[in-house]
RNA sequence: GGCCCUAUCGUCUAAUGGUUUAGGACAUUGGAUUCUCAUUCCAACAAUCCGGGUUCGAAUCCCGGUAGGGUCACCA
């Protein structure tokens, strides 16, 4: 008993030599980050990437989950930059994951929201910023005898782990390997008179063969071996590692729910470990697997390094619209979200209701066509003023030239995109920016004059006389007042006076060499003369987008190149 | 290697011990419609990893195998 008090103060004299700065305490912070008053049931979320410079698309994934979880349920989604690893940091890095996460419409509600700016009142929301939080939370547990200071160098660390790997047992800083683990008062004022650093470790109480049991929303109650490693909770050079910021920052945010990667659920004895050393309650957890890729016979995470559309950038940069990749990406997390669009094609995906029971527990492998279709129908559904907008903002990054253009012919470029819309959707001929260029280049006189023309696009049982008669024929009825079905009896007229079948039935069921070709010969020759392609939307649609004067002017132009 | 997770058409998945002849979507193939193409519509193809057990009954529960994935840092 008596050596029990002597060792707590000890305990606390080892606090004061490591901390002599620190004087909050815990209680202080409890104080500062009071319980949110939120409604019941809220949940409270959050998104906590590190400014490495790259984007992965399982990461926005991940955000778009944690932010559908929070606003489903009238909770708070918060952004937390997890920037303690000084030396994988990028410049910029902050910015450009808001620039991508806005891009996506995943907006936080709290947190960090530029460089500059953050907003809430459980910040900072920046780690770097959130040392002394971390420091009185070590200092707390250095006092309970919880946690130790380790002046172990990277030499020591190798060494011991040569040692556990000829004895064939398990590597870590652990049990009898952990040197430092019943350091005294006196030996770390001596480690500290040569101005040793050092490392906070957590003195783990797990005995052997130990298991805990918890539940994970995703994959069920799972139960695993406790933690026995002494890891690290403060680095010698004063940040916390993620094993330690993870549950301060989240028990004083009080976030409720931790979506995080699948690939923390083995260290997730290691966060529970503190929990319990500090006494608070653990959050839900809900461990979401990657989006994977086959390699050969096997599957892995997508690549940052192998695989182009491992990137957000490359979505962007493609032009797949937020919406699109939204949608795929809700319907790999909640595949129910297919059917619940299509039965309601018209509420915003917001309306979803999202559960993270429903996540899959498994990963899944991307497939690109997949996207793409889902991107065709997406972009189908947009009006003709939502697709300019968007596909405005693409172009002007990514096409300016051709940006400039549709900006200065807007009403144009509105009535092209109207083309086959009816009601419900339009034509689904592309699903990405990038094609649009080429889709709709030819309507523009400007780029329709750079044009390649090509005879071998006409039919090629007709002469180049042939060609131009017939074009004569069309411009002396040319009229694009007409209903489409009387513009269309014009063209079968001429068709008639060629020896060629009004239409495929008669062509395919009369005797050979009694008809050259059939009407849609005709509409061919025209297509091409006005397009310069041979396959395109709807020929009496495009024509009266055109406007007569275009497409007559179009028409003379190509006799000549015959 | 230790620990953990997972296993249904080529891909994403549904089926919560009996509603099942294992359903849908993408992809593929064929057909119908259309002035081309794209659509749209119709159809075809196609799966419960293997072996045991529990049960009247197993894709579903249990055990073993196999395969795949994750993780074992002063990275996150």
Redesign the pocket.
């Known amino acids: 008993m008596h050596k029990q008090i002597m060792e707590n103060e000890e305990n606390k004299k080892i606090a004061e030599l490591l901390f002599p700065d620190i004087h909050e305490t815990l209680e202080d912070l409890e104080a500062a980050y009071p319980p949110r008053n939120l409604p019941e049931g809220a949940t409270v979320t959050r998104f906590?990437?590190?400014p490495t410079g790259f984007l992965h698309i399982g990461t926005i994934a991940n955000a778009l989950i944690a932010e559908r979880v929070a606003h489903t349920s009238q909770g708070i989604f918060i952004l937390r930059i997890?920037d303690?690893?000084k030396k994988?940091e990028i410049k910029g890095g902050i910015d450009e994951i808001i620039h991508n996460i806005e891009s996506f419409n995943i907006s936080p509600d709290e947190g960090v929201m530029s460089e500059e700016v953050q907003k809430g009142a459980y910040g900072p929301y920046l780690q770097s910023q959130r040392l002394k939080i971390y420091a009185i939370a070590a200092k707390y547990l250095v006092s309970q005898g919880l946690a130790y200071p380790?002046?172990?160098?990277?030499e020591d660390?190798k060494e011991i782990r040569n040692v556990q790997i000829s004895q064939k047992v398990?590597?870590?800083?652990y049990g009898q390997f952990a040197k430092h683990r019943d350091i005294s008062l006196i030996q770390i004022q001596q480690e500290f008179s040569q101005g040793k650093?050092?490392?906070i470790r957590i003195k783990s109480d797990a005995k052997v063969n130990e298991k805990i049991q918890f539940k994970d929303m995703v994959?069920?109650s799972?139960?695993?071996?406790a933690n026995d490693v002494d890891?690290?909770l403060l680095?010698?050079?004063g940040?916390a590692?993620?094993?330690f910021a993870h549950p301060i920052d989240d028990h004083f945010m009080h976030i409720t729910h931790i979506l995080r990667a699948?690939?923390?659920?083995?260290?997730t004895p290691l966060h529970l470990q503190i929990f319990r050393y500090f006494g608070w309650n653990a959050p839900y957890y809900a461990h979401v697997s990657?989006v994977?890729k086959m390699d050969g016979?096997?599957?892995?995470?997508l690549s940052k390094r192998k695989d182009p559309e491992a990137g957000v950038k490359y979505y962007t940069q493609e032009g797949y619209s937020s919406e699109s990749v939204i949608t795929y990406l809700l319907?790999?997390a909640n595949?129910?979200f297919?059917?619940w669009r299509r039965t309601h094609p018209d509420l915003p995906y917001s309306d979803f209701p999202f559960r993270i029971e429903?996540i899959?527990?498994?990963?899944?492998?991307f497939?690109l066509?997949?996207m793409?279709?889902i991107s065709?129908q997406v972009m189908a559904q947009m009006s003709s003023q939502q697709m300019y907008d968007m596909y405005l903002t693409w172009a002007e990054k990514y096409d300016p030239e051709f940006a400039e253009l549709i900006k200065k012919q807007k009403e144009y470029t509105l009535q092209i995109f109207s083309i086959?819309k009816d009601q419900q959707?339009r034509?689904?001929?592309i699903y990405a920016w990038n094609q649009m260029h080429e889709y709709i280049g030819c309507f523009y006189d400007e780029l329709f004059e750079k044009l390649p023309f090509n005879k071998q696009l006409f039919p090629e049982f007709l002469s180049g006389e042939e060609i131009k008669d017939i074009i004569n024929a069309y411009l002396q009825v040319i009229d694009l007042k007409k209903p489409?079905d009387q513009w269309?009896n014009d063209l079968k007229a001429i068709a008639a006076k060629f020896n060629i079948a009004p239409?495929?039935k008669t062509f395919k069921e009369s005797p050979a060499g009694t008809y050259k070709g059939y009407?849609?010969d005709i509409?061919?020759i025209l297509?091409v003369a006005i397009t310069k392609r041979?396959?395109?939307?709807?020929?009496?649609e495009i024509m009266k987008v055109m406007g007569i004067e275009r497409v007559v002017k179009r028409l003379q132009e190509t006799k000549d190149l015959l």
């Open positions: 906590a990437p590190s997890e303690t690893d994988r380790c002046f172990c160098t990277d660390l398990k590597p870590g800083y650093p050092f490392a994959k069920g799972l139960t695993m071996a890891f690290v680095k010698s050079d940040y590692t993620y094993h699948d690939e923390w659920l083995p260290s990657p994977l016979l096997s599957k892995r995470k319907n790999l595949s129910n297919e059917d429903k899959n527990n498994s990963g899944a492998l497939d066509r997949k793409q279709d065709k086959e959707a034509r689904k001929d489409s269309f239409d495929t009407v849609g509409a061919s297509r041979k396959n395109t939307p709807d020929l009496y």
